[in-house]
């Protein structure tokens, strides 16, 4: 067994794991917007449209996962959207555009955490060096 697997077998796991991470979350979100909102203090139109948004992109990955292979340009595409998910996260409370409660902060960091390490691992094994087979 290869200790090292290819940069497209990693990103198809890091596929699926963002996939595994994302479905449940977008969809507790969207169907349970509002108790959320009462705990977390994130407003209600903004988890459920968030929550919504997600459940396409899902359907995107999956769609990336089943590929032949996935080109470097819609990994990239991926890795973007996550780090922008992390950084507004991160932002709309910063800037003062939602208030959450303190658990919200716990809420919106762990999401900043989670999402923010995918769109580095995602660069990491796109800045891999493509390894080749021994030519024996």
């Known amino acids: ?11 198809r796991t890091l596929i699926r794991w963002d996939v595994a991470m994302t479905l449940p979350v977008g969809l ?20 459920r449209s968030v929550g ?22 819609t990994a990239w595409t991926m890795v973007a959207i996550n780090a922008l998910y992390a950084i507004e996260c991160v932002l709309l409370p910063l800037l003062g555009w939602i ?6 902060w716990a809420f919106l960091l762990v999401q ?3 999402v923010g390490s995918f769109a580095l691992l ?15």
């Open 99 to 104: 208030a959450p409660n303190a658990l919200g």
């Open 112 to 114: 900043a955490v989670v």
């Open 52 to 73: 919504l948004a997600l459940l396409p992109y899902v359907a995107w990955l999956l769609w990336l996962a089943r590929r032949p292979s996935v080109p470097r340009g």
């Open 1 to 11: 067994m290869n200790p090292h697997p290819a940069p497209d077998t990693r990103l």
């Open 28 to 47: 507790a979100m969207a169907l349970l917007a509002a108790p959320l909102a009462a705990v977390t203090g994130v407003p209600e139109m903004l988890l």
């Open 122 to 136: 995602g660069t990491r094994v796109l800045r891999a060096p493509v390894q080749r087979a021994a030519i024996r």
